[in-house]
């Protein structure tokens, strides 16, 4: 599943594209993907420009001037096409659906703007979806109701963030950081990553982490989620950016998908355990848990 940054360069490649363009037609061809009435698809998306197109943890709203928003969620498969003669735009699962003719047999909405460009969404395994909400009611969906801050708004303090990690005290430090109800669009990747960068051992509970580790741990993540987002994401087999070009962020990483290679920082090798039930890199010389 992507993570923030992943999720942010589709937003900057949508909005740039998107912005301005008026829906001719929609077309959806399966209801589970797309669970709007279509009454309400043809009074307040067909005719509607795109005015904006923003994203809260993994989520992405696409703003239309009707004053509703397409709220969606790529889940595991989904994907965001984006076509206008030889404009293209891919992003999300790797498949031939990226760069093949489409429509195709993935593809579950299609929408058709005036200018002629169109966008698909395309979904393998059908658990992505595109949600129809009047705009100033999507800040009060469940899951937006139940999703931790931001981690790069410029109000979450380190503060902030050391207080809320300590909700779970009790719980690895991995574990905290993977939940989507503590700080928004966090995964796998990137608690190896800042987990790394401030030397704390990801099976270490949250209780015998010091104040100034979680600071420093707060520092660090923020640092590399805005790395991640200028090299365009880290899923570079899945993401593609508004020119094409694949996000690069995997081949700066430090100990993600590093096992067996040489620590950056000491030299000793990179290993990979399981903590908090996922796949974990770390450097077993530089992150020693404490007993």
């Known amino acids: 599943m992507p993570e923030l940054p992943e999720v942010e360069t589709v937003r900057l490649g949508l909005e740039r594209l998107l912005t301005g363009r008026e829906v001719k037609t929609v077309q ?3 209801a589970k993907s797309f669970p709007n009435d279509e009454l309400a698809v043809q009074s307040q998306v067909v005719g509607a420009r795109v005015t904006a197109v923003r994203r809260r943890a993994k989520v992405l709203m696409i703003e239309l001037s009707s004053g509703y ?3 969606t969620h790529l889940k595991m498969t989904g994907q965001l096409v984006f076509r206008d003669g030889a404009v293209r735009f891919g992003a999300g699962h790797p498949n031939g659906s990226l760069v093949g003719e489409l429509p195709d047999k993935s593809t579950r909405v299609i929408f058709t703007f005036v200018d002629g460009s169109k966008l698909f969404f395309n979904d393998q395994r059908k658990f992505g979806w ?11 969906i469940d899951f937006f109701q139940k999703v931790g801050p931001e981690p790069l708004d410029n109000t979450f303090t ?5 207080a809320r990690i300590r909700r779970r005290p009790k719980s690895t430090i991995k574990a905290v950081l993977l939940d989507q109800t503590v700080v928004a669009g966090v995964g796998n990747i990137y608690a190896d990553e800042s987990l790394f960068a401030a030397k704390i051992h990801p099976a270490q509970r949250v209780v015998d982490v010091g104040d100034e580790q979680l600071k420093l741990l707060y ?3 923020r640092r590399i989620l805005k790395l991640s987002i200028e090299k365009g994401g880290s899923t570079d087999k899945n993401y593609v950016d508004a020119e094409g070009k694949k996000g690069s962020y995997l081949s700066f990483a430090q100990v993600f998908r590093r ?3 040489a620590c950056p920082r000491c030299g000793a090798t990179i290993i990979k355990l399981r903590v908090a039930g996922r796949g974990t890199h770390i450097c077993p010389v530089c992150q020693v848990a404490a007993h």
């Open 130 to 140: 595109m949600r129809l909400l009047p705009t100033a009611e999507v800040p009060n």
């Open 219 to 221: 520092q660090e993540l």
């Open 259 to 261: 096992e067996g290679l």
């Open 28 to 30: 959806a061809t399966w």
């Open 69 to 71: 928003s397409l709220v």
């Open 158 to 162: 380190a503060e902030a963030f050391v």
